[in-house]
Nanobody, 121 residues
Framework: QVHLVESGGGLVQAGGSLRLSCAAS????????MGWYRQAPGKQRELVAS???????NYADSVKGRFTVSRDNAGNTVYLQMNSLEPEDTAVYYC???????????????WGQGTQVTVSL
């Protein structure tokens, strides 16, 4: 099994910053893409940012220029640096990884438990 542990959420004022971390452990042969999704009340879960093993990144238009996703391949950890936070960024943030448990298996998606980010005016 693959286990994800998230940390770093909390309450911050608009314009502030937070850094989320997500560490993957367990039966991992390799990890392909890693990323972050978020879900606000009454809305669908959406991609925030992702990064491939080679370092290619992808961002939602709403966070470009404010958020930075990065990963530590040796530590199987993905980070999300969030700057210039806005009330509209308030949501539960979920870590997502595409991991293989052996060289013969396709990558499967795994999710963290979610961490609350609340941005106040």
């Amino acid at each position: 099994q693959v286990h994800l542990v998230e940390s770093g959420g909390g309450l911050v004022q608009a314009g502030g910053s937070l850094r989320l971390s997500c560490a993957a452990s367990g039966s991992i042969f390799s990890i392909d893409a890693m990323g972050w999704y978020r879900q606000a009340p009454g809305k669908q879960r959406e991609l925030v940012a992702s990064v491939t093993r080679g370092g290619r990144t992808n961002y939602a238009d709403s966070v470009k220029g404010r958020f930075t996703v990065s990963r530590d391949n040796a530590g199987n950890t993905v980070y999300l640096q969030m700057n210039s936070l806005e009330p509209e960024d308030t949501a539960v943030y979920y870590c997502n990884v595409a991991a293989r448990k052996s060289q013969w298996e396709r990558a499967s998606d795994y999710w963290g438990q979610g961490t609350q980010v609340t941005v106040s005016l």
